[in-house]
Structures are given as structure tokens and as C-alpha cells.
T-cell receptor, first 117, second 109 residues
Framework: GAVVSQHPSWVICKSGTSVKIECRSLDFQATTMFWYRQFPKQSLMLMAT?????????EQGVEKDKFLINHASLTLSTLTVTSAHPEDSSFYICSARDLAGDNSPLHFGNGTRLTVT | GQNIDQPTEMTATEGAIVQINCTYQ??????LFWYQQHAGEAPTFLSY??LDGLEEKGRFSSFLSRSKGYSYLLLKELQMKDSASYLCAVKDSNYQLIWGAGTKLIIKP
């Protein structure tokens, strides 16, 4: 089945530093990848849609300059949390849909737990 | 606005059957997904419904009624490992996924 690899699985960083999270589709190509954030006991919240070869589409309220997304190839998207603050501490999850079509299910990475101290 | 409603928490007994309901009001409908999410882990796909009726997959079944804006996930022969959150998600007319807040299912021996 389709596998999405996300790295790192957890990271602790100091306030003011930047953190990069990678999301790779291992056995399929993904023109579109999705980045979610999930706070404890809450549902997934879509942050942005990453499009290969073009700019990401951000959801309302998500700062483009703070959450930098790069989708340089059909198998890799990265999310960089710049100048992280404690309120950015959350569970970040990427997902992708293989090229089979819009009705194919999302395949999720294992998530990255970010803790900003 | 768009809205997905699920119960916040349910409790069931090992070996029993449980039904998790999901009602939705969205701008258009292009399918409904159920995902399972264990604590601290990413969601995993369970089922997809786009036409009315029941989809059965082993111990799990999912039902959809588009006219009622309603779906349920049925879990049979419950096992302790089924303790997790179950997320209902609807794809709207723009093919955007709208997520429910999830139902935390607690299985007791």
C-alpha cells in the first residue's frame, strides 16, 4: 500500500529557532500533499496544501511566512516552522493522495510532535 | 457554515458491537471517510462511502445516507486494540476534506 514517511517523529527546540519537517511519499508520486496540525484532544486542522512546483495554498489564519512549505519534487514536501514559539508546540501531520484520483484516501505520515521550550 | 458532528466519547465492552454516528452539513458532497487514530499517532484509513448503503470490511462497516446527511461506523467483536479516536471526514463540493472532531472510543474488558 501507499506509504508516507515523515521525519522527524519528534523534536524539541528552543524558542526562536526553526524546525524543518520532511514528508516523503515512498512508493507513489504526489502532486499534492497536505499539512495538518493537531492540538491535544482536538481534530485535525488543515494548515496548507502543498503543490509540487508551485506555491502552497494556506488556510485562513495560517501565517505563510512562519510556516514555510516547499514541494520540490513529486515525492517530497517540507514544512519549516520559523522562529518557533511555545504556542507552536503541536502534533504536525502530513498526508498525500496518490495519483489515482480525488476519491482515493489520504495516506498519512506518522506525525511530528514538536515541543518548543 | 460547514459542520461535522460526532459524539465526543463512547464506551463499549470487549466483544460487543458499537455504532459511531456522524452527521454533516456541508456545501456539496463528494464522499465520506472514516479514519482511526490511536493516541499520539497519525490517522489510518478505514472506509470510504460515496453512495447510499452499507460498506462492509471485516469487523468494520460504514453506512451512508446522503439524503439525511448521516453516516455511521459499526465495529463488531470489539477488541481492546480498537480503543482509539474515530474521525469522520466529508469531502465537499470543492473536494476539500472537512473533519469532525473525532469520537474517542473506550473499550472495557
Amino acid at each position: 500500500g501507499a506509504v508516507v514517511s515523515q521525519h522527524p517523529s519528534w523534536v524539541i527546540c528552543k524558542s526562536g529557532t526553526s524546525v524543518k519537517i520532511e514528508c516523503r511519499s515512498l512508493d507513489f508520486q504526489a502532486t499534492t500533499m497536505f499539512w495538518y496540525r493537531q492540538f491535544p484532544k482536538q481534530s485535525l486542522m488543515l494548515m496548507a496544501t502543498s503543490n509540487e512546483g508551485s506555491k502552497a495554498t494556506y488556510e485562513q489564519g495560517v501565517e505563510k511566512d512562519k510556516f514555510l512549505i516547499n514541494h520540490a519534487s513529486l515525492t517530497l514536501s517540507t514544512l519549516t516552522v520559523t522562529s518557533a514559539h511555545p504556542e507552536d508546540s503541536s502534533f504536525y501531520i502530513c498526508s498525500a493522495r496518490d495519483l489515482a484520483g480525488d476519491n482515493s484516501p489520504l495516506h498519512f505520515g506518522n506525525g511530528t510532535r514538536l515541543t518548543v521550550t | 457554515g460547514q459542520n461535522i458532528d460526532q459524539p465526543t466519547e463512547m464506551t463499549a465492552t470487549e466483544g460487543a458491537i458499537v455504532q459511531i454516528n456522524c452527521t454533516y452539513q456541508t456545501s456539496g458532497f463528494n464522499g465520506l471517510f472514516w479514519y482511526q487514530q490511536h493516541a499520539g499517532e497519525a490517522p489510518t484509513f478505514l472506509s470510504y462511502n460515496v453512495l447510499d448503503g452499507l460498506e462492509e470490511k471485516g469487523r468494520f462497516s460504514s453506512f451512508l445516507s446522503r439524503s439525511k446527511g448521516y453516516s455511521y461506523l459499526l465495529l463488531k467483536e470489539l477488541q481492546m486494540k480498537d480503543s482509539a479516536s474515530y474521525l469522520c471526514a466529508v469531502k465537499d463540493s470543492n473536494y476539500q476534506l472537512i473533519w469532525g472532531a473525532g469520537t474517542k472510543l473506550i473499550i472495557k474488558p
